[in-house]
């Protein structure tokens, strides 16, 4: 089916609903034998993202167990509770109402870190806390006035960016396939490989063969069959369901008051930014994919949601939180659009977030089964930006050019992780992510080749946002 193109309306009136009495997709309520597998599959897709701040800040500020559990059951908490709130949205203030999934993001992780140097120790998660809170009253107040700057992304832009988020996130898999934990003396060993590509190759013969609803749930299928041949050569861990507790429902500020240093302020706000474009990124993305047109009041709604989850997330032990990008790959491979499934896995996140014995359940799924899967989510993403591409007008050597200048520019971190190791910290923290340094390339090429002393066809009226 054509894919209709991406960006603002050419008016600012409502999107383009389906014929009377028909319902869309994206509010299509499923019955629980496709909504439950599906719902899984958003979990079992996101679970391993979820956690990974939390272990890794946790580990720097010295953590005992009990204390990572704790900071491991918030991230959970906030993360259902954030993309409830996308899923099924409060008024016209809050919510996309797609089916997009917000958690704490690893964006986050790096400038976090610095925090938790350059303080005092008992005070590195205050400092943080502090500065995350800040962030997400920032988001709140800039947020909504992202909604007027679509017109500056055409599917000529969109289509760069989601290529991008496709493209820079795949060393992620190709991590977890190897094993996930770089510092491990079998990182990389060919047992972990093997087990990766027999979960690859699981979810591409259900492609192939499956008719259907085993279709939608490929990538279930190949996560549940790729850990039961894990247990056999002892590759499933099953320690942290004998360590996790019943029950471990974070209190606020368990781990101290808030506190306010200008300079680690300064830091989450950038890193807000750029999480707020890539956030932004991942709505056009995911509207694109589900087939309803994302106007700057979705993504303005969207944004409020990121803010009021980064603002609240610390009073419990959470972090800035934004789009995960993984499950806009499994909507776009499985095709079930439904935004009530992605409700129900953002209710399953809140329920291990207050039962982590049951979240160590999810987490027995091997890192090298993840990395398998990750590779066909990943994939379908950037497959989804080509395709919009392909509506953008490349016989025109001017869209070539500005194609070919951001994928470059969002390519260098990930082939050269240490290109902007000079620049100053502000610059790193922008430049450093190729989907942040990809878009704003291509925005930057599009005001130059369309909009300036010109008026082209990429460009259209800016929405309202509310």
Known sequence: MAQPALGPAPTDGPCPTPPEGAVHPVDEKLPASRLVPAALQHIAAMYAGVVTPPLIIGQAVGLDTAGQTRLIAASLLIAGLATVLQTLGVANFAGNRLPFVNAASSAGIAPMLAIAETSAKGHQLPAIYGAVMVAGVFCLLVGPFFGRLLRFFPPLVTGVVITLIGVTLMPVPVSWAQGGDRSAADFGAMKNLALAAFT???????????????????????????????????????????????????????????????????????????????????????????????????????????????????????????????????????????????????????????????????????????????????????????????????????????????????????????????????????????????????????????????????????????
């Open 200 to 466: 690859l190759v699981v979810i591409l013969l259900c492609q192939r063969f499956g008719r259907g609803f085993l279709r939608q749930v490929a990538l279930l299928l190949g996560l549940l069959v790729g850990t039961l041949a894990a247990i056999p050569f002892h590759l499933a861990d099953f320690s942290a369901m004998r360590s996790a507790p019943l029950a471990a429902l974070p209190t606020p500020f368990s781990f101290g008051a808030p506190e306010f240093h200008p300079a680690a302020i300064l830091s989450l706000c950038i890193v807000m930014m750029v999480l707020m474009t890539e956030s932004s990124a991942g709505m056009l993305a995911i509207g694109e994919i589900c087939e309803r047109r994302t106007d700057g009041r979705t993504i303005a709604r969207g944004l409020r949601t990121d803010g009021i989850a980064t603002l609240l997330g610390p009073v419990f032990g959470g972090f800035p939180t934004s789009a995960f990008a993984q499950n806009v790959g499994v909507v776009s491979l499985t095709r079930v659009r439904s935004r009530y499934v992605v409700a129900v896995a953002g209710g399953a996140l809140l329920v291990l977030g207050a039962f982590p014995v049951l979240g160590a359940v999810v987490s027995l799924v091997p890192m090298p089964v993840l990395g398998g899967a990750g590779i066909v989510l990943f994939g379908s993403i950037a497959v989804s930006g080509i395709r919009t591409l392909s509506e953008a007008g490349l016989d025109d050597s001017s869209n070539i050019i500005l194609v070919a200048v951001a994928l470059g520019a969002g390519i260098i971190p990930l082939a050269a992780p240490t290109f902007y190791a000079g620049f100053p910290a502000w610059a790193q923290t922008v430049l450093g992510s190729g989907i942040s340094a990809g878009a704003l390339t291509a925005v930057l090429l599009n005001l130059f080749f369309h909009h300036l002393g010109t008026r082209s066809s990429v460009t259209a009226p800016v929405l309202k946002s509310s």
